[in-house]
């Protein structure tokens, strides 16, 4: 079975999808009967008076940046992983917060082999690495989706990323690009060993042997969960454990070393991805746990860890922006995509981090995308439908806005404009719009959801470096 989740998971009834109620949506907090719904003309007015029309200048993200203050980890999500203006936007926003507010970079929702072949990159790695943004972000043309992080918009900002720091003082700290996913088993299972090879051969050759079960199915690890649940396989999750704790010990000893703690950082993360990736497999065939769960659980340890190194190696808290989808950003518990029990980065963060965490999403009304029409089929540009009637993006559309910012953190105003859930559309790698209520949307609490959404209206397909 391939899975959806690396776009949004294509949800499989409409009653999961709009039939959820939310406390609010029947009932107050308090338990009594919620008001009945602001009239269209007062939820326009709410929106003319608080939303901040969008110039295309770089001051259009101000509010973002007051809103921001001195928060540590900002989630920028998106509503399609195909849409032009959501990465630009993103890309914007992000160098903002790297110029301005001192973040250490971007983690992605993508593999952390092929980030870190990007990092090298933009921090200006010894000669025999990448000589262009082009060939940095060739690892992920690998597999599908080929264009989610291979395409023009993340080109420029990789261009700018490596012009940024190139300009820095020496010895000043770079900004960088990292990976949160959890799909890279075979590249990940062969990585930790061969970088244990030049630290401590011995524990290289453990490493071969633990993985050693993995061959099989190094280029459709999908196949390994089946098979253990077939009985055709043992399964790993022993081997893989033990080998994440063992790196895990010599990450702590190299404390003080920065080179060997920086290559051994890198050698952790990958055995992360190793012991993660077999539950997630696992769990996509019958597991107790859900494989959304794992998968999101992964991303917000892995943003955890990369914030204490980073903090370890700069003498000072660092700070990380992270670009996901909406599903994964904007905070689960006000969003039924799902079965109530799955949670996300989103919502693992604020639990963690309370008011240092900021979460922005992305709408759009119509336009087009770059999506595929099924899994592991070439991407094309396709036409996006006007979204459906009542739907936060519709809403916003009528206002009569154009593009727009509207903070919602602490903005009471908005709250009580919009207080009950709406249809949210979400579009992953797939696009199917003959099926587009019971594929795309799910019912949202926006203002609950995230502490700033940005609408454009219509958006523009992205533009892939390779098909």
Wanted: aromatic share 8%.
């Amino acid at each position: 079975m391939k899975s959806v989740g690396i776009g949004i998971r294509l949800f499989a009834a409409a009653a999961v999808i709009t039939g959820c109620a939310f406390r609010g949506a029947s009932e107050t907090a308090g338990g009594g009967p919620a008001a009945p719904p602001p009239a269209p003309e007062a939820v326009r007015a709410a929106l003319q008076a608080n939303a901040q029309k969008l110039s295309g200048s770089d001051r259009d993200f101000d509010p973002l940046m007051t809103l921001v203050g001195d928060a540590r980890f900002v989630l920028i999500g998106e509503q399609t992983h195909g849409t032009h203006e959501f990465y630009r936007d993103r890309a914007r926003i992000t160098q903002r917060l790297i110029r301005e507010k001192g973040f250490a970079g971007v983690a992605i929702e993508g593999d952390w082999p092929d980030a870190e072949r990007v990092d090298r990159y933009v921090r200006g790695a010894a000669a025999g690495g990448d000589r262009s943004p082009e060939q940095a972000l060739s690892g992920f043309t690998r597999r599908f989706p080929r264009w989610m992080w291979a395409n023009a918009e993340v080109r420029d900002f990789t261009r700018w990323l490596r012009e940024h720091n190139q300009a820095l003082p020496a010895g000043a700290p770079r900004a960088g690009f990292y990976g949160l996913d959890v799909y890279s088993l075979g590249p990940s299972a062969d990585a930790v060993p061969r970088a244990l090879e030049g630290i401590d051969p011995a524990a290289a050759r453990r490493a071969r042997t633990r993985y050693a079960g993995f061959a099989p199915y190094r280029d459709e690890p999908d196949r390994y969960g089946l098979a253990v649940l077939a009985g055709e396989a043992t399964g790993r999750e022993r081997d893989v454990r033990e080998q994440f704790e063992e790196v895990e010990r010599l990450y702590r000893s190299a404390a003080g070393d920065p080179a060997r703690s920086d290559a051994l950082f890198s050698v952790l993360q990958n055995a992360r991805v190793v012991r993660n990736a077999e539950a997630y497999h696992r769990a996509q065939y019958g597991g107790t746990a859900s494989s959304w769960n794992v998968r999101d659980q992964h991303m917000a340890d892995t943003l955890d860890a990369l914030a204490a190194h980073l903090s370890a190696r700069r003498g000072s808290p660092a700070k990380l922006v992270v670009w996901a989808h909406n599903s994964h950003v904007g905070d689960a518990r006000w969003a039924r995509t799902g079965s109530p029990q799955e949670w996300n980065i989103g919502q693992l963060a604020r639990e963690r981090h309370g008011q240092q965490t900021v979460l922005i999403g992305f709408t759009t009304y119509t336009g087009t995308v770059f999506a595929a029409r099924a899994w592991d089929r070439p991407g094309e540009r396709r036409d996006v439908r006007p979204a459906l009637p009542g739907s936060f993006a519709a809403v916003f559309h009528r206002a009569g806005l154009g593009d727009f910012l509207l903070p919602l953190r602490g903005n009471r105003a908005l709250a009580e404009a919009l207080p009950e859930p709406r249809l949210e559309r979400a579009i992953g790698v797939i696009y199917l719009p003959e099926t587009e209520r019971q594929s795309h949307y799910f019912q949202a609490h926006l203002t609950k959801q995230f502490d700033a959404v940005i609408h454009r209206d219509v958006t523009r397909a992205l533009t892939p470096l390779a098909k």
